[in-house]
Nanobody, 121 residues
Framework: EVQLVESGGGLVQTGGSLRLTCATSGFVFEDFAIGWFRQALGKEPKEVAAIKISDGSIYHTASVKGRFTISSDNAKKTVYLQMNDLKPEDTAVYYC??????????????RGQGTQVTVSS
């Protein structure tokens, strides 16, 4: 059974940092791409970053470039999203998703439940 479990969300002030963790199981980690999405209240989900595990190719959406960094620990089958210089507009539920194809902004097959990130002004 494929499982993706997010952790690391919370409440932080503007300019602060958080590191989100996506722990995975139930599939061959190296065969997949993992994406981080966020969904603000009343809005559609938006992919913010993705990584192709096999070769480390990465993608970051323009609004987070220079502030967010996606990375993976293949031995732990875990993907991280380091978020720095957080802004109130980053407030959302963040979730990770997995798919065999590395196609940023395309639908993923599997997803986790999400973790809330709230940035206060």
């Amino acid at each position: 059974e494929v499982q993706l479990v997010e952790s690391g969300g919370g409440l932080v002030q503007t300019g602060g940092s958080l590191r989100l963790t996506c722990a995975t199981s139930g599939f061959v980690f190296e065969d997949f791409a993992i994406g981080w999405f966020r969904q603000a209240l009343g809005k559609e989900p938006k992919e913010v970053a993705a990584i192709k595990i096999s070769d480390g190719s990465i993608y970051h959406t323009a609004s987070v470039k220079g502030r967010f960094t996606i990375s993976s620990d293949n031995a732990k089958k875990t993907v991280y999203l380091q978020m720095n210089d957080l802004k109130p507009e980053d407030t959302a539920v963040y979730y990770c998703a997995a798919d065999r194809q590395f196609l940023p902004s395309r639908p993923y097959t599997y997803r986790g439940q999400g973790t809330q990130v709230t940035v206060s002004s």
